[in-house]
């Protein structure tokens, strides 16, 4: 005897549609491109996206939007390849009360119309495939797989997705790109080359090295375009680090330099040695490393030790009387 309880019926009628082998793809391009390149420091791969989707089925519809206007050329032709119908919508430009532009896409509109247009003109097809990891789409989820009955997956890259979105849809299946350890590699040993070619007081900043660092790296393993997303996700992955320092102009900067700890950079310059000993145009005062600095100085200057410089210890600005202070420490 079949269960007849809603519960079965509701988990069965999805699975039902779902057999015959068809999706339907539909791809947040800007979303998804942009995400990638931040997370990954790379373009996304529209072959990966099309092999994903052939895991579910067949895809019957597949359509990537955005304004490609703002993206590079070969992007189209990256889609054409895998199969994805391109769905081109002009960003909307407008200018506020103070003259400054406003942007505002159409595509997200005509992404979330479309995909309940195909729902309903296409029952046949029981499972969705959503490139995107945009909260605002959740009613348009939930219309799919409450009222529609069809199964939903999410496809977003990790840490740019929405966890509503995911707990809505109820499947995520992330899109992760496997990290070339030769891509970070070359690039640790190009910032190193230029680092070493900064003229006599010029130190190393993260704009500085956003701008110039392509001049130091093969496109074929990074393109420019990608490099200020490598630097961030170094940045994120403590390859490069942040201090402040004065420059031969006696301005105070924020530096970003190799972590000469980090198990990469040893790897890539392995004269480091744990310790950052390369030539940097810079006086040592300025940008190297105290070879004698490590955690016990900050503990030693915590417990109020005076250094060679004569400063106060801890227990003269307690008050207590010269010779006892000396007698401390002697």
Known sequence: MTDQTPGAMTAARPMAQSGNGEVAVFVDFENIRYSTINSFGREPDPITWRDKALKYGLMAVARAYADFDQHPPQARNRLDVAGFEAQHYPAKRTNDSQGREKIVSRSDLNFAIDIINTALARPDIGTFLLFTGDKDFIRVVT????RLGKRVVIC???????PDLVAAAGEEDALVMAQSPDVDIAVIQAIDAYVK???????PTQSHMSRTLWRFVDRGLLPSEHIEAKIMEFLRKGILTKRQTINGQNQELVTTELNPDHPLVIQALPEYGGEYTGETGVDDDEFEFDDEFDDD????????????AGEETEDERAGLPEHQTQTSYS
């Open 156 to 162: 977003g890259v990790p840490g740019s997705v929405s």
């Open 197 to 203: 070619q900064l003229h006599a007081g010029f130190v």
């Open 143 to 146: 219309t799919l797989r409450n």
């Open 297 to 308: 100085d900050i503990e030693l200057e915590d417990e109020g030790e005076f250094d060679d």
